[in-house]
């Protein structure tokens, strides 16, 4: 194995670490992220049972997991601009509405696809 490999390999581990870290944050700060977490939870077999193959399987989760991802990016976001400044800017006031606009997107998203799913076995 060459030492570029190893270097490579190496910076995997810390990565899940840092990962694990920021999972672990957003679940013990943001509240929103908890809730997603508990629905998470719920519709995971929900989707198993309901979908007809793995594609609509993957597709059900996907919608949850696509919440979970841009809540957060939204939070780091929230973070960030927090800790350069608490004072109003109207770049930090955006910064925030654009990562608050992510999560509610992807909520429109989830909307669609489980809506979908439902009315087709109306």
């Not at 694990?20 to 929900?46: C, D, H, M, T």
Request: charged share 15%.
């Amino acid at each position: 194995m060459s030492s570029k490999q190893q270097t490579h390999l190496g910076r995997f581990i810390p990565a899940i670490k840092h990962s694990l870290l920021g999972l672990k944050a957003a679940y013990q700060y943001e509240i929103a992220f908890r809730q997603e977490v508990f629905l998470l939870l719920i519709l995971l077999p929900s989707a198993f049972y309901l979908a007809n193959d793995f594609i609509e399987f993957c597709l059900l989760i996907s919608s949850v997991l696509g919440i979970l991802i841009a809540e957060l990016l939204n939070s780091g976001i929230e973070a960030a601009v927090d800790r350069i400044s608490l004072e109003h800017h109207e770049l930090s006031g955006r910064a925030k509405d654009l990562g608050s606009a992510a999560v509610f997107v992807a909520i429109i998203y989830f909307v669609l696809v489980w809506a979908y799913k439902i009315f087709t076995l109306l």
